[in-house]
Every structure is written in C-alpha cells, then in structure tokens.
C-alpha cells in the first residue's frame, strides 16, 4: 500500500460498523477494500443508483459481484436527481446521495447501529474543490474546501483519502489488479471540474510539484480562520438576540454585523446571501434608525424583513417562515 495511503488509513478511526459509499470507481474501490480488509465483517456499502446513464445497471452489477467476493453487504438506493430550475445537476445529485445514504444508515442499523458513512474523495478532488471556490470568488466557508467529517442528520461522515493523491490509489489497485468501473461523466468537459482535471492539474504538477499538499493546507488555514468568525458571530448574538434586534446590530462595527447576519442567516434558516445581497441588507440596517424604516430584501429564497425592532427572514414557499 503506498504511503500516504496505509498514512490515511492508519489514522482512520470510525465508530463500527461502517457504511462505506461505492460507486464502483476507482477512489471508492479502494476505500471499501481498504476498510474491509481493516474491519473484517464491520463494513457494509451502499451504492446510489442516479438512473442519469445508460451504463448505471452495469454499474449496479459490478458492485454486487464486487462486494460478494468481499464478503461485504450491499444496498442499492435508487434515487431521482433530476435538477430543479436554477438548480445545478451535480448539486441535485449530490442532495440526493445524502438523503439515499441516510436512508442506507437507517436501514442497515438492523445489523448494528451505522454511526459512521465513508466517502472516497481524495487529495485531487480537494484541490479541484478549492479552485472551483477560487473561480467563483467564494469567501472563507468555500476556501475552507471540503471537511475531513462532519455531522449530518445525526451520521459522522468521513473523508479519510483527502490526503492522498488520485495516482496513488489507482497505483494501488492496479498493483492488486482490483477491477474498477470508469464513469463516462468524468471525461466529459462541460462540467467545470472534468476541466480543472484535466488542464489544470498536470500543469500544477508540473509547476509546483507539491501542489496538493499546499493547497490542502490553505484550506485548512481558512476553516481554521471561519470557525473563529463563527464564533465571534455566537458571541454578538448573544448581545443582539436571535433573531437580532436592528438597534443592537447598528451597534456593532459594519464587518462585525455582516458576519453575524451570514452565521444567523445560515445556522437558523440554511440561507447563504449573495455579496450584493448581504451588502444591500447592511446598508438597510445603517439606514434603519427611524421606527417607521422598513427593510424588505430578497435574500437566498427568501426575504429579509424588519418586524417591529427585530430581523426576520422567511420563504413564502416554505412552512413556518412566513411574513
């Protein structure tokens, strides 16, 4: 196993038993190899049926002959990712994987309770992460890349390969001569990150050979430097109350009222405002210094607005968040 590989897995340390997500590529091939040789009968997998390719059935059946010579339970979850308007394909796909591996999780607990999801993103996609933050002019949340775990609907999600460079892994299974699908989509270069895959990364490599390595720890330094910013952000709410009172807001420095209106915006209702967005609501808020000053602004899906001395957001389409 090479290096940095054994390095990731050495310091992988789920609660058992584990849910491993496996497409049947290459990187979640290795992860599931990987931890079934690890935790011998701890390990189950869960493959995401997409329906979007007329290869998926051959995927499925990869999968199963794959995981039964591992001895490794399977489940297959079909899902609809069809895209809502405005809304990216990879992003509905990828909404509709989390909701299939929460599923999973819940429907695999009747062998042993599933804490634990393993995903197979690994260093290249780490840095094709960070350079499609950088093409979009994200703030700290998007530099901050992806998380090694997190917690979501009550799972610890994992990425133990972010360390490890796409080479290796395919390195290691060629060497065992452990048989993988190829997914057609990943060549396909329309999508914006097949791109970055393939004309900017070999000229990194070749430029600054130790690219992956830099870049995931600048990654690192700016979700070091947002979780401070969360957490100036749960101190001023507790000066200006949640939801925030407009007058205790106006008093705080102008950066200071953007951060907290990010950090409430996000944490109580998901939505994550523009910079014109969240710059038009700061300008309303200084402006807000008569009784009678109304602030109505489209935010997210949504609409931030003033009630009486307190902010207030809400989605006429969503239940509970109403005017």
């Known amino acids: 196993m090479p290096p940095a590989l054994a390095g990731a897995m050495a310091v992988f340390a789920p609660a058992l038993p584990l849910l491993v997500a496996y497409s049947g590529g290459a990187d979640s091939t290795a992860l599931l190899l990987a ?39 399977l489940q297959v979850h079909h899902v609809q990712a069809k895209h809502a308007p405005g809304e990216s394909p990879e ?22 309770a599933i804490e634990s999801i393993a995903l197979a993103q690994h260093a290249d996609d780490q840095v094709e992460t960070l350079l499609l933050a950088l093409s979009r002019g994200a703030g700290l949340p998007g530099l901050s890349a992806m998380p090694s775990n997190w917690q979501r609907d009550g799972l610890r999600y994992y990425r133990p390969f972010l360390s490890v460079p796409a080479a290796d892994i395919r390195r290691w299974l060629a060497a065992r001569a452990v048989p993988f699908v190829e997914d057609p989509s990943n060549t396909d270069e329309r999508y914006t990150r097949n791109r970055i895959r393939a004309r900017l990364l070999p000229v990194l490599e070749a430029a600054f050979p130790q690219f992956r390595a830099t870049f995931a720890r600048s990654a690192a330094n700016a979700a070091q430097a947002q979780a401070l910013l969360e957490e100036f952000a749960q101190q001023d709410l507790l000066v200006t109350g949640c939801p925030p009172t407009i007058a205790a807001m106006r008093s705080l420095p102008a950066n200071r009222q953007g951060n907290l209106l990010r950090y409430w915006l996000k944490a109580t209702y998901g939505v994550s405002p523009s910079a014109s967005q969240l710059a038009e609501a700061l300008r309303q808020i200084d402006a807000c210094a008569t009784r009678g000053h109304k602030i109505h602004i489209k935010l997210g899906d949504g609409f931030l607005v003033r009630q009486g001395a307190l902010l207030h957001w809400y989605n006429p389409q969503a239940p509970g968040t109403t005017a």
């Open 35 to 73: 931890c079934a040789e690890r935790w011998p009968g701890q390990v189950r997998a869960v493959h995401v049926h997409h329906g979007l390719q007329s290869a998926a059935d051959d995927f499925v059946r990869h999968c199963q002959a794959f995981c039964e010579a591992l001895n490794v339970p």
């Open 91 to 112: 992003d509905a796909a990828r909404i509709a994987r989390y909701k299939a591996l929460s599923a999973a999780a819940l429907s695999a607990s009747a062998h042993g």
